[in-house]
């Protein structure tokens, strides 16, 4: 009999993973959704200007492909549309759980199953729990004095206040990484003033977005193999191009040329300039990859703020300088909880073993996928598993893939395991893998927990993730 399983989360991996269990015709599965639909992160970000900087045609399923994108990058609700008919065209919309948190699972050992607990009180038994939760769900709020003190309407980037009309407003802004980068350019038209707090610049190279026209779409759809070959050469170029990068190989230079020169380009003051110019490496932080972002930090409405912010006070931000601007709508383009893993969900695992209490000095599991005490549970997008420079939707198929490759052992075997001697090699090549990466450089960034370690990314080439997460090695684990 087929195990029954859990997926933990509607997004794109929680979505893969439902999809390749209805493939193989494995009906015994309930995805947890705590949102009212699917669509994961592309769900809770609808900011203005919401989009993806990994080109349409890599950043969708390899067994999904669309000939329709309209445009190169696609938006937010290209990407949420997409998942959505996903999950009619996979028929699983019966077995999605919406508007329901799962709150804590935990081994029974006695049955040898996972007890899920919800948070309508709902308890049930599953053999096998997948998470899918992501790593970029939870807002992170600064953690700056006054934050209960101000008075003027303020919200999170992944939780837009729409119904709050930014039109003639004086507007702060706080946080200038991927997703104020986008949102910047969107608000700076329409508001009488934006202030951008920034703590550290970001390095941004330009985003060449563009429509498909019509005759593009149709020769996707008509022509043999346009497509495919398409999606290998997006696939081929960044992963050539930009992966070096992150390694000190033959292209960081050259990127770090072309980041530079489209900061001359865009931006002519040479003291606005010199505040935008990062001074760690770059790639050790995200990169951003857009083309509006500076324009917007010059028009004469903006206002670039890089004294440290002293405080939050009723009507607007005091900087370390005494200088206090009035805001009356405060956007937090702050981030995320990256680095606690699963965080708030409570797992429990054998002989009580509680999950967060072992990760409390960074989460690690072997690939990414699997941690020991923890049997049958099986993690998507989980540590280490992140992106520094191509589109996660790889990592996700090939995790969702090795996972499926573990049902048929576990299922004539017992709840597989881990073994500690496995997680311990995997570290070991983590670190030295890591030892060679930009994100060891000097810079603060959602990549590395608070002891300054690099939980979230993977230090190696999708090609190898690939390769070493193709099917499981039983002798990786202990059964039964
Ligand atoms: P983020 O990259 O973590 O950026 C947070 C920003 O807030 C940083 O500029 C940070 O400054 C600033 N900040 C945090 N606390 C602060 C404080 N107390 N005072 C002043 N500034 C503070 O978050 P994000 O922009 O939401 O992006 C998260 C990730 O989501 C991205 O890296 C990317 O992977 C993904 N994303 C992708 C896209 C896309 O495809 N284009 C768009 C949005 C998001 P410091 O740098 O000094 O810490």
Redesign the pocket.
């Given at each position: 009999m087929a195990p029954s399983v859990a997926i933990i989360g509607a997004g794109f991996g929680g979505l893969c993973m439902g999809i390749q269990l209805q493939k193989a015709g494995i009906t015994s599965y309930t995805i947890f959704e705590k949102a009212g639909g699917v669509g994961g992160t592309w769900r809770a970000?609808t900011y203005p200007g919401?989009?993806?900087?990994?080109p349409s045609h890599l950043y969708s399923y390899s067994f999904e492909q669309r000939h329709d994108w309209t445009r190169r990058f696609p938006a937010q609700r290209e990407i949420l549309a997409y998942l959505e008919g996903c999950a009619d065209k996979y028929g699983l919309r019966p077995h999605l759980r919406l508007n329901t948190e799962v709150t804590a699972a935990a081994f029974d050992e006695s049955v040898n199953r996972w007890r899920l607990t919800t948070s309508d009180g709902g308890e049930e038994l599953f053999d096998v729990v997948v998470s899918g939760v992501g790593q970029?769900n939870r807002p992170?709020l600064?953690?700056?004095p006054g934050v209960d003190a101000y008075e003027g309407t303020a919200f999170h980037?992944?939780r837009w206040n729409h119904g709050h009309e930014l039109t003639g407003r004086r507007v702060a802004v706080?946080?200038?990484?991927?997703?104020?980068?986008?949102i910047i350019p969107r608000v700076a038209p329409v508001v009488d003033h934006l202030d951008v707090?920034?703590?550290?610049p970001?390095w941004v190279i330009p985003k060449v977005n563009g429509e498909y026209g019509r005759s593009e779409r149709l020769a996707f759809r008509y022509v043999p193999f346009l497509q495919a070959a398409n999606r290998e050469r997006i696939y081929r170029v960044i992963e050539g191009l930009v992966y070096p990068v992150l390694v000190g190989g033959w292209s960081r230079r050259m990127v770090t040329r072309r980041a530079q020169e489209h900061l001359r380009q865009q931006v002519g003051d040479p003291g606005l300039r010199a505040k935008l110019t990062p001074a760690y490496p770059i790639g050790c932080?995200?990169i951003v990859?857009?083309s509006d972002f500076y324009p917007a930090l010059t028009r004469p409405n903006v206002e670039l703020v890089t004294d440290p912010?002293a405080r939050l006070v009723p009507k607007g931000v005091e900087t370390a300088d005494g200088v206090t601007r009035e805001a009356d709508t405060l956007i937090y383009?702050?981030?995320?909880h990256?680095t606690d893993f699963l965080a708030p969900i409570e797992i429990t695992g054998r002989a009580g073993r509680r999950l967060h209490e072992i990760w409390k000095d960074g989460a690690e599991a072997y690939l990414g996928v699997a941690v020991p005490h923890f049997p049958n549970l099986f993690l998507l997008y989980g540590p280490n598993t992140n992106l520094g420079h191509n589109s996660i939707i790889l990592m996700i198929e090939a995790q969702v893939r090795y996972i499926m490759g573990c049902l048929p052992l576990l299922s004539a075997r017992g709840p597989m395991e881990v073994r500690q001697a496995a997680l311990d090699g995997w570290r070991r090549a983590l670190d030295r893998a890591m030892a060679r990466t930009v994100w060891q450089a000097s810079c603060?960034?959602?990549y590395k927990n608070a002891a300054g370690r690099v939980t979230n990314n993977w230090p190696g080439p999708t090609t190898l993730y690939r390769r070493i997460t193709r099917a499981p090695r039983p002798d990786a684990y202990r059964f039964g």
């Open positions: 970000n919401a989009a993806c900087d990994v970029l992170r600064p953690d700056i980037s992944a706080i946080g200038n990484g991927s997703s104020a980068a986008q707090y920034q703590r550290t970001s932080k995200r990859i857009d912010i383009a702050t981030g995320f990256t603060h960034s959602w």
